[in-house]
């Protein structure tokens, strides 16, 4: 160390001492500076989600999907001075948030906790908290992805593994999440071949009163878009309403409600308790029609989209 350095050094130790009339104050600790991170997520004093999900959204071939059957318009069909209730929620008989993990298996999620749904309402309406009364993401994504666990799949695929082949339950054939090469045995072919769908329809996703139709009538709706980093990293129930950010994935969530209050829709996501509020989230109508790809709705013989 030079003689100034020496200097300026001992000049830092004592100053303190001199401007506090000679009575020694120690210096103070080093601080570690820790990079900031962005401003937008610390919204709602919540801390930063910096993890990237998993999506795996494989949207419709654009020419089939021109000819897949739709659900009519709901102003179509509705007298014109009906009015849409102001808010519903379907969340109450959808199992809690799962976690897809490491798998492109958002698909496989959001068909198979909609099939639940369906079940869990023919059944009186409890909700699904047990593997016998949840059916598996694993039964349909690991018959249907196009690749390794990396890959990712289409929603009217796993809606056709659902018609033809039906869904098993958790109990029968569990989510592994580091195994998705498994394939269904006797015992879980059977299990599903119980629990059928009888079709699906599409709906118009620039039309959201033909969502809260659905919704209102008792049907979730499988919903198909494109996400960003700020959707990744929703916490709490903050409404997403980004409309700027540039894509980063294609993912598949279900909306299960909508509030004209929030003038959102509420969804149910597959990225874990953790993510959003406790793992549902918010969509402004704003965001859902920039961010929409493909919407469907599950036919049952005893629940058909109106």
């Known amino acids: 160390m030079n003689k100034l350095k020496i200097v300026a050094y001992t000049l830092s130790l004592l100053l303190p001492a001199i401007l506090l009339g000679g009575q020694a104050v120690p210096p103070p600790d080093p601080v570690e500076l820790i990079p900031a991170a962005p401003a937008e997520m610390y919204r709602n004093n919540l801390p930063p989600v910096l993890e990237k999900h998993a999506t795996g959204y494989i949207p419709e071939n654009p020419e089939k999907y021109l000819v897949m059957p739709q659900v009519p318009h709901y102003r179509d069909i509705s007298p014109p001075e009906s009015v849409l209730a102001p808010e519903a929620d379907l969340s109450a008989m959808f199992p809690k948030p799962g976690n897809q993990g490491k798998q492109n298996s958002c698909v496989a999620w959001a068909t198979a906790y909609t099939r639940s749904y369906h079940e869990a309402r023919k059944q009186g309406g409890s909700k699904p908290s047990d593997p016998e009364h949840i059916f598996s993401p694993a039964f349909i ?85 494109y996400v960003s980093d700020s959707f990744d990293r929703l916490r709490g129930d903050q409404v997403y309403d980004d409309l700027t950010s540039p894509r980063t994935g294609a993912h598949v969530v279900v909306l299960v409600g909508y509030s004209e209050t929030r003038q959102a829709f509420k969804l149910l996501n597959s990225w874990g308790e953790n993510w959003g509020d406790k793992g549902m989230g918010w969509i402004s109508y704003g965001a859902l029609k920039k961010w929409a790809e493909n919407a469907f709705v599950i036919e049952l013989a005893s629940t058909q989209p109106h």
Request: with cysteine.
């Open 141 to 225: 994504y690991n018959q249907v992805k196009v690749g390794g666990c990396d890959s990712g799949s289409s929603i009217s695929e796993s809606l056709g593994l659902m018609k033809k082949a039906g869904v098993a339950t958790e109990a029968v054939f569990p989510y592994e999440e580091n195994n998705c090469s498994r394939l269904p045995d006797d015992r879980a072919l059977t299990d599903a071949s119980h629990f059928r769908i009888d079709g699906w329809k599409k709906l118009d996703t620039q039309e959201i009163d033909d969502i809260k139709g659905q919704i209102i009538a008792g049907n979730p709706v499988i919903f198909g878009m």
